[in-house]
């Protein structure tokens, strides 16, 4: 099953300007990351957030995590034609009696940034 | 420089026919993960190794098999069971199996049924 569901699933923007993709989730987390994907190609890592943390910067990327809400969001500042992805959330869940966990990721949203 | 090389990058199967999509990684990861992608979709696991010569299953493993003799390798097969196919594969690795550990990810191979 889906722990995380992204939120919108489209967003189509101009350069230059910011957008915000939102990611939620079911249950408890340890960690929740975000991942890019361009068409046909496989996942980048973006960034990860732990579940002590509140917000994560990293360039142009600001990522911030509301435990209490179960809810993650990603924001791009200036967007830029090279930031038409999709971008997906992967959180945590536990997998098997040994401790060990998998990633479980969300939908995706799609970003079209228009030049 | 290091990665994850996946093979081929296109792939047509025939009906009843076991093919095999190859995964190399040289960034001396332990562990491997091999995802489904269908379109529109999140990924979803297929098969997970932690250690040379140990694999488990995953979420949809019906279908799939894989192997880890060498640490670099884990080649994924999909048997003539699973009768929907058409996806897109991504093969994955991590310094070790754990949630905290980001994941770097192949080009994936897009399989189609001829």
């Known amino acids: 099953s889906q722990q995380g569901e ?23 987390i340890n960690n ?19 579940s002590n943390e509140r917000e994560k910067h990293s360039g142009r990327l600001r990522v911030t995590l ?5 809810s993650s969001s990603l924001l791009i500042t200036a967007s830029r034609a090279a930031d038409t992805a999709s971008y997906f959330c992967a959180t945590d869940a536990e997998w098997d009696q040994g401790g060990s966990e998998k990633l479980v990721f969300g939908k995706g949203t799609k970003l079209t940034v228009n030049p | 420089d290091g990665g994850i090389t996946q093979s081929p990058k296109y792939l047509f199967r025939k009906e ?34 932690q250690i040379v010569n140990d694999f488990q299953k995953g979420d949809i493993a019906e279908g799939y098999s894989v192997s ?10 999909v048997t003539s069971a699973q009768k929907n196919p058409t996806a897109f594969y991504l093969c994955a690795s991590s310094i070790v199996r754990r ?9 994936g191979t897009r399989l189609s049924i001829l």
């Open chain 1, 66 to 70: 509301d435990t209490s809400k179960k």
């Open chain 2, 68 to 77: 880890r003799e060498k640490k670099e390798s884990f080649p994924l097969t």
């Open chain 2, 99 to 107: 949630s905290k550990q980001p994941q770097h990810f192949g080009d």
């Open chain 2, 16 to 49: 009843g026919q076991n093919v095999t999509l190859s995964c190399e990684q040289n960034l001396n990861h332990d562990a491997m993960y091999w995802y489904r992608q269908d379109p529109g979709q999140g990924l979803r696991l297929i098969y997970y190794s």
């Open chain 1, 32 to 50: 929740l990351q975000w991942y890019r994907q361009n068409s046909g190609r496989g996942l980048v890592h973006l960034i990860l957030i732990r």
């Open chain 1, 6 to 28: 992204e939120d919108p699933q489209a967003l189509s923007i101009q350069e230059g300007e910011n957008a915000t993709m939102n990611c939620s989730y079911k249950t408890s």
